[in-house]
């Protein structure tokens, strides 16, 4: 009965939507459509979640799926943009790399989880796919936080970086126990909110949300 | 007794943020540190022989945890009433008020309490859970003062330590999975569960693991070159929380790694994991020399003599073998002692003299006596001389890599701390000796204000050259039992 997810191959389609919500990242270059990105990532991602939840019945699955997209799909982002908008500052990304180049790097990263993962013990779980394009989009988040100027934009790549091993993590596990994922769940929650603080407090201190100008420490 | 432990922390840091008056959030931070050593003390005594468990095997305390547990209490009960004169002091300058008090004791035990939660934790992702929690409560101590430099030591230290516990969470993802392959079904993430299964999971799977793990705790712990976080938050946060910082939050963060290793020598062939440990801790040394001979700074200059310190702690644990091990946990206990003993020494410098640069003060000893005189005991001990502790525990660590036919290490060991030893007397000595810099006759009657502080420094030096000529049998038998949690006989 429930073989329409794996005749369709709706799992697939979803973690390919997964993939280009962080790739398109490198081009966007407004700050809100950053955190639209984020808000189609985490969505798609809860609906994966809940796919795989209808075709294994498993009821924690759905509590899953439902945490999922109540932190990382309404709560972070409406937290980040609410702080987007108190900085009130240019909200452009500035990148250190062009859109082309970074473009490349990313395809170049994929390129190279995709032969990297070729085989061997982890090409397991529900789909051949979904663990190859995690690590992807993890590594793709790890790059958008080494090339972004804005404070903002690491937490975005940290942000992204964390779905993208939350979903290596269930395309191996099928999900830790229920109270786990509640844990980490809050523990990233907190964090997002912490480095919010630090965010308003770096634009009170430096009177910029660059971290070009964190160069007081050394040595 | 676990649950116990896990709650007068908590209640501690409620009571402290709801309260309004200085002395008595002072009261209640002194009760609250004196309930915790004493209610610790029966949970490590029961575990000492066999584990003991509580909430469905989620908790539970081996000798080994006790072991650490002792000196997570021992530091934290010491910064706790150091905390009463130095933050009293900056509260009678005005560099604080009311609000920030009642903040940073709330935050001091939300902190406690979180280390105590990471070190009796048997699940691992609990774990996992309570060193990143670890991170989001000391990143809040470490931008206390919300200026420049704090808020950017505090911004580096949670976004390095986050991106590199992610990875670590990865790696628990990984255990779990290969858990539940091997149990047929649900996995497990008890770390005591796992301890009888991993010699049936797949190798690879678990050197994966491993690898992930190490960079995911090991940021936390402070090994080379994930290190840069640690200087910053280190030189940047209150004296209580830079003493906390570096004599057990980075323990506690080793010993995440120790159990991994422990898992790992039950399914690896033992080199593996002690090669990565070796690779890392010398790198950590290496490193940390270079850093110390330049370093203009006192604070950082301790924050990078922390770095060589874990570095020499994963060497011992490394090297392996009972000396090894022993070597390793005793040498946790007395930095443990003689760090925090530095930072304090030094805090008190730095309310005197106001400035944390090493060129500007002079004359520490004549200045401050007693702070001054044991400022340079402990210097002499963390650059390794004899007679202090930190000289017994490197020699165990040596004897065991000449033992195991180490010769590299033992080199590299040699020309890192011999390098070391003459960078930090010449810093330090610079500090405490000479003509002093400043007017300090008429500030000499309000020394009567720091007697709680005194009393910790003295009862720490006091501690500090005991176990610098002997080993108290109550230790031993702790260090004893811990060796063989880890070597598994």
Redesign the interface.
């Known amino acids: 009965m429930k073989n329409w997810i794996d005749l369709l191959y709706v799992i697939d389609f979803i973690s390919v939507g997964i993939l280009l919500s962080a790739v398109v990242l490198n081009t966007l270059k407004r700050l809100e459509s950053c955190i639209k990105a984020y808000i189609f990532n985490s969505w798609l991602l809860s609906i994966l979640v809940f796919f795989v939840a209808i075709k294994t019945g498993n009821l924690h699955l759905y509590i899953a799926a439902f945490l999922t997209l109540a932190t990382k799909g309404i709560l972070i982002p409406m937290f980040l943009s609410k702080i987007v908008r108190q900085m009130k500052v240019t909200r452009t990304v500035e990148p250190y790399l062009s859109n082309s180049l970074s473009l490349t790097i990313s395809g170049i990263l994929v390129t190279i989880v995709y032969t990297s993962l070729r085989e061997g013990i982890l090409v397991t779980g529900f789909s051949v796919h979904v663990l190859k394009i995690s690590i992807a989009v993890a590594l793709i988040g790890l790059f958008i936080m080494i090339t972004r100027r804005k404070a903002i934009t690491q937490v975005l790549g940290l942000l992204f970086m964390e779905n993208g091993l939350f979903l290596a993590g269930f395309s191996l596990t099928f999900g830790m126990p229920i109270i786990i994922e509640l844990g980490i769940l809050f523990d990233m929650l907190m964090g997002v909110i912490i480095l919010g603080v630090f965010i308003v407090q770096i634009r009170r201190n430096f009177s910029s949300v660059d971290l070009d100008s964190l160069t007081t420490l050394k040595g | 007794m676990i649950g116990i432990l896990l709650l007068i922390p908590l209640i501690t840091a409620v009571l402290c943020y709801f309260s309004n008056n200085r002395r008595v959030i002072e009261y209640i931070n002194l009760t609250g540190a004196a309930i915790i050593a004493v209610a610790s003390i029966f949970p490590i005594s029961a575990s000492l022989s066999t584990p003991i468990f509580f909430f469905r095997g989620m908790f539970f305390m081996d000798a080994l945890s006790a072991y650490i547990l002792s000196i997570v209490m021992f530091v934290s009960v010491a910064a706790a009433i150091y905390s009463v004169d130095y933050m009293g002091s900056e509260f009678k300058e005005g560099l604080i008020g009311i609000k920030e008090i009642r903040y940073f004791y709330a935050l001091l035990y939300l902190f406690i309490f979180t280390m105590v939660l990471a070190v009796v934790s048997n699940?691992i992702?609990?774990f996992?859970?309570a060193i990143?929690?670890t991170?989001?409560v000391s990143?809040?101590l470490v931008?206390f003062y919300?200026?420049?430099?704090s808020?950017?030591?505090?911004?580096?230290y949670?976004?390095l330590c986050?991106?590199s516990l992610?990875?670590g969470?990865?790696g628990?993802?990984?255990i779990?999975?290969a858990s539940?392959s091997v149990l047929v079904g649900e996995?497990t993430?008890n770390w005591t569960e796992l301890r009888e299964i991993t010699h049936d999971m797949?190798p690879?799977?678990i050197k994966?693991a491993f690898l992930f793990i190490l960079v995911g705790y090991g940021a936390k712990a402070g090994f080379a070159p994930i290190h840069n976080w640690l200087?910053?938050a280190h030189?940047?946060a209150p004296t209580p929380v830079s003493a906390l910082l570096s004599g057990v939050l980075i323990k506690c963060s080793f010993f995440g790694i120790i159990r991994f290793v422990i898992l790992g020598n039950e399914s690896l062939e033992s080199s593996y994991c002690s090669h990565l440990l070796l690779i890392f801790g010398l790198l950590s040394m290496g490193i940390a020399t270079a850093?110390i001979l330049?370093?203009?700074n006192y604070k950082?200059l301790l924050a990078y003599s922390s770095i060589e310190h874990i570095g020499i702690i994963a060497i011992g644990m490394g090297i392996g073998g009972f000396w090894g091990i022993y070597g390793a946990l005793l040498h946790m206990l007395n930095h443990a002692i003689v760090k925090p003993l530095l930072f304090f020494t030094t805090g008190r410098v730095r309310l005197k003299y106001h400035t944390t640069e090493i060129g500007k003060v002079k004359g520490a000893i004549t200045v401050l006596p007693v702070a001054g005189t044991v400022m340079l005991l402990a210097a002499l001990a963390i650059a390794g001389s004899p007679p202090f502790n930190i000289f017994l525990s490197e020699y165990t660590i040596l004897k065991a890599a000449i033992d195991g036919g180490n010769w590299i290490t033992f080199a590299l060991f040699i020309a890192f701390s011999t390098i070391i030893f003459g960078g930090v007397l010449r810093h330090f000595g610079g500090m405490a000796f000479g003509k002093p810099n400043i007017d300090h006759e008429h500030e000499k009657e309000k020394n009567g204000d720091n007697k709680m502080s005194l009393i910790v420094i003295v009862v720490m030096v006091a501690i500090m050259l005991v176990l610098g000529l002997y080993i108290p049998g109550f230790l031993n038998e702790m260090l004893n039992n811990s060796v063989k949690v880890i070597t598994g006989e």
């Not at chain 2, 919300?146 to 430099?149: E, F, G, M, S, T």
């Not at chain 2, 808020?151 to 580096?156: I, M, P, Y």
Request: no cysteine; hydrophobic share 50%; proline share 2%.
């Open positions: 699940n992702a609990i996992w859970m990143e929690s991170t989001i990143s809040l931008g919300k200026d420049r430099a808020v950017e030591a505090a911004w580096k949670i976004i986050t991106v992610v990875f969470l990865l628990i993802f990984i779990y999975y539940a996995g993430l797949n690879k799977t994966l200087p910053d030189s940047q850093f330049l370093q203009n950082r």
